[in-house]
C-alpha cells in the first residue's frame, strides 16, 4: 500500500462519506424536548434535578458523575421507584430526578 | 329592512374586530425573553449551570422562557459552523399561554466536533431567538 492509499484510509476511518463531504456527522445526534412548565414568580424551593438519561449510562455512572460516589445509585434508585422497575435497566431519554 | 341592516353591520363589526386582535396578539405579544444553555437542568426547568462552552462528550441543555398570549409552537434548530443541522425539536406551549419555560436537549454519542455552534429559536415559525456556543476539548 502506497504512502497516498494509506492516508486517505487514515483519513476516510470508518465514514467513506468524511472526505468527500469535509463535513462532520450528526446522523446520531440525540435531541429532544424535555417539557415546559410555568415560570414561577418566586424563587423555586430546592429541588431535585433532572437528569436525562443516554445511551451507556448505568445507575451507578451517573452516582458516580454527580456525587462522586457510585454506591449512591440507590438515591437515585429510591428517588426514582415510580418509573425504575428494574435498576439494572434505565433507557435513553429516561428523566431521572437526582435528589 | 332596517332592523336586518342594523344585525348586518354588528356582525360585520365584530368579525373585522376580533380579526385585527387576533393579528396584534400573534405579531406583538409572543416573545422569547430568556435562552440559558448548560450541562444539566433543574426540575423546574431552568438551567442548573450557565455556560457558553462545553466538552465533546457534554450534553447540552437549553431553557428557553416565552411569553405568549395562548398556544405557540417553539421550534429549536441546532447547527454547526456553516449552517450544518445538527438536530431540531418543538414543544407546544399550551393554550393558556403566559411565562413558558421550555427545555431541550442534546446529545452525540460519540461526541462534540470542536467548533461553534447556534442555536435558533422559532416561535410560531418566526425567529426569535439566537444562541451561540462553543465546544472545545479542556
Redesign the interface.
Known amino acids: 500500500m502506497g504512502f497516498l492509499d494509506r492516508l486517505f484510509d487514515r483519513k476516510r476511518g470508518n465514514n467513506p462519506n468524511a472526505v468527500q463531504t469535509g463535513?462532520?456527522d450528526?446522523s446520531?445526534?440525540?435531541?429532544?424536548?424535555?417539557?415546559?412548565?410555568?415560570?414561577?414568580t418566586t424563587p423555586?424551593a430546592p429541588?431535585?434535578?433532572?437528569?436525562?438519561v443516554?445511551?451507556?449510562d448505568t445507575l451507578s455512572q451517573i452516582a458516580e458523575r454527580e456525587y462522586g460516589d457510585a454506591s449512591r445509585w440507590r438515591e437515585i434508585y429510591q428517588a426514582n421507584r415510580a418509573t425504575i422497575k428494574n435498576p439494572n435497566l434505565i433507557y435513553p431519554g429516561q428523566k431521572l430526578?437526582l435528589p | 329592512m332596517p332592523v336586518y341592516r342594523l344585525l348586518l353591520g354588528c356582525v360585520l363589526l365584530t368579525s373585522l374586530g376580533c380579526g385585527s386582535k387576533t393579528r396584534v396578539t400573534g405579531t406583538a405579544t409572543n416573545k422569547v425573553n430568556l435562552i440559558d444553555l448548560g450541562r444539566?437542568?433543574?426540575?423546574?426547568?431552568?438551567i442548573?449551570d450557565k455556560t457558553d462552552t462545553f466538552q465533546p462528550g457534554d450534553?447540552v441543555?437549553a431553557a428557553v422562557?416565552t411569553e405568549t398570549l395562548g398556544s405557540a409552537a417553539?421550534k429549536i434548530r441546532?447547527s454547526?459552523e456553516d449552517g450544518?443541522?445538527?438536530?431540531?425539536?418543538?414543544?407546544?406551549?399550551?393554550s393558556s399561554g403566559?411565562?413558558?419555560?421550555?427545555?431541550?436537549?442534546?446529545?452525540?454519542?460519540?461526541g462534540w466536533?470542536e467548533g461553534k455552534y447556534r442555536l435558533e429559536v422559532t416561535l410560531d415559525s418566526t425567529v426569535a431567538g439566537i444562541k451561540e456556543f462553543t465546544v472545545k476539548k479542556s
Do not use: C, M
Open positions: 463535513k462532520p450528526f446520531n445526534v440525540v435531541a429532544g424536548s424535555l417539557g415546559a412548565s410555568e415560570t414561577p423555586a429541588a431535585g434535578r433532572i437528569y436525562v443516554v445511551k451507556g430526578r | 444539566s437542568i433543574n426540575a423546574d426547568h431552568s442548573k450534553t441543555f422562557e417553539v441546532w454547526f450544518q443541522l445538527v438536530g431540531e425539536a418543538t414543544q407546544q406551549i399550551p403566559g411565562q413558558i419555560r421550555s427545555a431541550f436537549h442534546l446529545y452525540k454519542p460519540d466536533p
